[in-house]
């Protein structure tokens, strides 16, 4: 602390007259933390006989905190400071220092001075392994596929070794293996998971100890959204509309591909819903004009539709293909060489692809178009033409009649061709489609921007194509038709849990909820989800599952006061987790209250609450029957709300204290509270 600030503050005690020199006293002025402590305390007292005195300290040893760092007290007066060392990260060896105390007489305005010297050894000794977070949620965003934890070495000595292994193949880390501190990413996969909460775990091991990372992942249902022209019902979806993971196309027709590898055919001729046998095993699919193509697991090709122009006779080898497309009458495939096979009709050298045939990552027929690694994209057929700088594409789109479209890596899209302008702002983009009389975009939130005409020319008729139904919003892919427009998005599960109520009210020690439940479905549990605003910022506020045996009960404890709160109630069974209605809280202000510590008696540890109205200084500390310091909890400013703090049963020392009576005291501003508790050994 500033001495310029101490003063200042107490200005009001400064005294003309019959000023006695006296200094603050500190004791003890040695500190020996030793192979073990790590914290101690000294004290620091203001003589009778001065009105007012001020100290600070100044700290310039890097592995010690002291806390507080200065203070006013009147005459009489006394104050215990803690000093904590950091042995993290430091060799073997003896360390010392000193820290110089300095106080100020406010009457004679007299600074004195005074050196507590300190001692601590690191020894040789075990690395202690620390990971944070222990628990990651992934909701049901198909984006979100990425978090963190860390890794630390809380020991001292020797380096820390460790491994990460995951029990489920939908989860994983970078790295798996390290030595040292370490930030870890978390990686998760949601392709061909049914929807439903998926569990999983990452388990440390290293040479400090081994801890898990409790892992849920939220795999919402997929279900399919289209509009625009329904003249050969290629909008009407089919039922159930659920569990699809990819979507195309044609020009009367459009497809689904399901999380279980079968294909979904509705619209346009019957010959186009024929998926030859077996409808299993598909990992793509393409539509073009008037047929059908499905990429299998095993690398080959399926055809199907009309074949006026030998668009669905696959050239051999039919093998080793990552991709298809389809177009007007002919089709394209990517090899996992990088190189493009092109059959069916051949009327504007659609089939004749550019030499050098090598390197390419993506294709769109109706172009064509073709993608290079280098982020090129090669133009051929009716026009060779890509607008400059051809260059940083990570996407193509090619549409009937001309209509192109590249996606850039700043998230920016190209269109040329026929296509109309890109509605501004052209930005945030991560998926193109093009049609035959409209564009379509998906940006990062979710929602789709389309542009180009409503007007169906076939027809004569506004069909709308450009007009996204409402919401607009958790898209997660997009394809468009001719004339029609399909977007796929994540649908949070339906409730089949119903709550009878929702209520809180005040508690000893916090914002007690509580719930009923008419389904008789059998539950693990559940978990309370507390955000400020009603419909994001939703996060998880208990530790473990609330057992579904124990009452449907819940107490917040870190709920503030005077503040709105929404929470959720998600009811977790073996099949998933099923999300409740919205219900608002508003926490009304309470005053200042020391709450009984819970359990009580207790062994080894016990958890002491309090309730502040409003921020000030609190000091939190232990004290045995005879009125001794044992141990302080916490001494520091601290903001309004629920405060929650836990002794372990251990003295300043880091020393088991024995069975019997002890008090916490709680001194908040100019008050002090005080309770009773019992330990038993």
């Known amino acids: 602390m500033k001495r310029a600030v101490l003063v200042a503050c107490f200005l009001c005690f400064v005294f003309a007259a019959n000023v006695v020199l006296a200094q603050l006293r500190v004791y003890p002025t040695t500190l020996d933390f030793g192979q073990t402590y790590v914290e101690l305390y000294t004290t620091v007292t203001a003589p009778y006989d001065v009105d007012a005195l001020c100290w600070w300290m100044v700290e310039s040893i890097p592995w010690l905190t002291v806390s507080p760092d200065g203070d006013c007290l009147y005459g009489g007066d006394s104050e215990i400071v803690t000093f904590t060392v ?26 004195s001075h005074s050196v507590i010297s300190v001692t601590m050894e690191v020894a040789e000794g075990e690395p202690i392994l620390a990971v944070d977070p222990t628990y990651l949620l992934f909701p049901g965003n198909w984006t979100r596929i990425e978090d963190h934890f860390s890794i630390e070495n809380t020991g001292s000595g020797a380096s820390l070794e460790w491994s990460i292994t995951s029990d489920q193949p939908w989860l994983s880390t970078d790295p798996v293996s390290g030595l040292g501190p370490h930030e870890v990413s978390v990686y998760v996969d949601r392709q061909g998971l049914p929807a439903a909460t998926h569990y999983g775990h990452l388990y440390v091991a290293s040479t400090g100890g081994d801890a898990t990372v409790s892992v849920e992942m939220v795999v919402p249902e997929r279900s399919i959204v289209a ?21 195309a196309a044609g020009f009367y027709h459009s497809l689904g591909l399901k999380s279980n590898g079968t294909i979904v055919v509705w619209g346009g001729e019957i010959g186009l819903w024929n998926v030859p046998a077996p409808n299993s095993d598909f990992v793509a699919i393409a539509a073009g004009t008037q047929h059908s193509l499905g990429l299998k697991s ?13 668009e669905c006779t696959v050239p051999a080898p039919n093998a080793d293909f990552v991709a298809v497309s389809a177009g007007g009458h002919f089709s394209l495939g990517l090899k996992s060489d990088g190189t493009v096979v092109a059959w069916g009709a051949n009327y504007h050298g659609e089939c004749n692809v550019p030499a050098p045939n090598a390197n390419f990552i993506a294709i769109a027929a109706c172009g064509p178009l073709g993608l290079k690694a280098d982020g090129t994209v090669v133009a051929w057929g ?88 409402p919401p607009n919003d958790n898209f997660v892919a997009i394809a468009a038709g001719s004339y029609h427009s399909l977007g796929l998005k994540h649908v949070a599960a339906t409730v089949p849990v119903l709550i009878e109520g929702f209520e ?28 400020l605003d009603h419909e994001t910022g939703f996060e998880r506020v208990n530790g473990e599952l609330v057992p579904a045996d124990q009452g449907y009960e819940y107490i917040d404890r870190v709920a503030n006061t005077g503040k709105t709160y929404w929470y959720r109630l998600g009811a977790v069974a073996d099949d998933g987790e099923w999300m409740s209605q919205t219900v608002s809280v508003t926490v009304p202000n309470a005053a200042l209250a020391l709450h009984q510590n819970h359990p009580n008696p207790f062994n080894p540890t016990t958890a002491i609450s309090f309730t502040l109205p409003e921020r000030t200084k609190v000091t939190l500390a232990i004290y045995d029957p005879e009125g001794r310091l044992v141990r302080t909890l916490m001494n520091e400013m601290v903001g309004e709300g629920n405060i929650e703090r836990v002794w ?34």
Not at 93 to 100: H, K, L, P, R, V
Not at 388 to 415: M, Q
């Open 86 to 111: 950091d042995r993290s990260g430091l060799p073997i060896g003896t360390y010392s220092g000193e820290i110089d105390s300095y106080s100020e007489n406010m009457g004679s305005g007299v600074i």
């Open 227 to 247: 509009w625009g022209d329904d003249w050969h019902h290629q909008t009407d979806t089919p039922f159930p509309n659920e569990d699809f993971v990819a979507i």
């Open 298 to 310: 095993n690398g080959t090709v399926v055809a199907w539709g009309y074949n006026f122009d030998g």
């Open 382 to 469: 009716s026009s060779t033409y890509v607008p400059a700088p051809n260059s940083e594409f990570i996407a193509i789109a090619a549409g009937w009649f001309g209509r192109k479209l590249g996606l850039k890596a700043d998230g920016t899209v190209v269109a040329w061709g026929s296509s109309d302008d890109v509605p501004a702002p052209n930005s945030g983009f991560i998926a193109i489609a093009a049609g035959g009389a409209h564009s379509l975009a998906l940006k990062a939130d979710g929602t789709i921007v389309a542009w180009g005409s409503n007007w169906n020319d076939e027809h004569m008729y506004y069909s709308n194509q450009c007009i996204v139904p």
């Open 504 to 531: 809180a009210e005040r508690g000893d020690g916090g914002v007690v909820l509580h719930w009923r439940i008419t389904e008789s479905r059998a539950l693990r549990g559940f978990n309370i989800y507390r955000s």
């Open 648 to 681: 372990d049963g251990k003295n300043a020392g880091g020393n088991q204290v024995g069975s019997g009576v002890y008090f916490y005291r709680l001194m908040a501003g100019d008050r002090t509270l005080t309770k009773k508790m019992v330990l038993i050994r």
